[in-house]
């Protein structure tokens, strides 16, 4: 099975730095999604890493290392709308597409 | 351009009456369907999936059941509801895989 591992909480200062974690133990995955999702609403799409390295995407970097089964994502010039839950999310790549979702990293941005 | 509607945005049911939820999606076609829960403070549980019409695979078994009677129509359905089914429900779909899923604006079911 899969197993996704994420910090619960994070708090952060407006104009800040932050990196989320995530660590995951699985057979085989082709991708690997971050979400962010503000209460109440429904998950939007951030990234997805096929290969090892950093993709960058405005404020927005993800990082995966299949070898230690790890990726973060990293925030930049943090905005108070930044404050939600962030995702990680496992592509298992058989024919369903099914995606397999870590519970979540609630992050608060203080001013 | 590629859409999806979910209804109703809120329900309050009580225990022991029925449920429908519906999700249509737009602008594709025979796109694979995904039905999440998430109950609250917690993550994504995948309920059912369809990659096509009148096929239905369910990830979980519980009191809900689902239907693709249409090609971009998922319907996720029980015949008595309990407390336990309280929850966000999201009804996703997958175009391309590097896009991930678009998710419906999600229904908020209170079993009361």
């Known amino acids: 099975g899969q197993n996704i591992d994420q910090p619960t909480e994070m708090t952060a200062t407006e104009g800040a730095i932050v990196q989320i974690n995530c660590t995951y133990q699985?057979?085989?995955?082709?991708?690997l999604f971050w979400y962010q999702q503000h209460a109440g609403e429904a998950p939007t799409f951030l990234s997805y890493?096929?290969?090892?390295g950093l993709e960058e995407k405005g404020r927005f970097s993800s990082f995966l290392s299949r070898s230690k089964g790890y990726s973060y994502l990293l925030l930049k010039e943090l905005q108070m709308k930044d404050s939600a839950s962030y995702l990680c999310v496992l592509d298992r790549g058989d024919s369903s597409y099914k995606l397999i979702f870590g519970s979540g990293t609630r992050l608060l941005v203080r001013p | 351009s590629q859409t999806i509607h979910q209804w109703p945005a809120t329900l309050v049911q009580p225990v022991g009456s029925p449920l429908s939820l519906e999700c249509t999606v737009e602008g594709t076609s025979n796109p694979n369907l995904y039905w999440y829960r998430q109950a609250a403070g917690r993550g994504l549980q995948l309920l059912f999936y369809s990659v096509g019409i009148g096929q239905i695979s369910s990830e979980v078994p519980q009191n809900l059941s689902a239907s693709r009677p249409q090609d971009r129509q998922f319907i996720l359905s029980s015949k008595k509801l309990l407390l336990s089914d309280s929850g966000f429900y999201l009804c996703?779909?997958?175009?391309?895989?590097?896009?991930?899923?678009?998710f419906g604006s999600g229904t908020r079911l209170t079993v009361v």
């Open positions: 890493n096929v290969l090892d």
């Open positions: 996703a779909w997958m175009v391309y895989e590097t896009d991930g899923y678009t």
């Open positions: 699985t057979s085989g995955f082709n991708g």
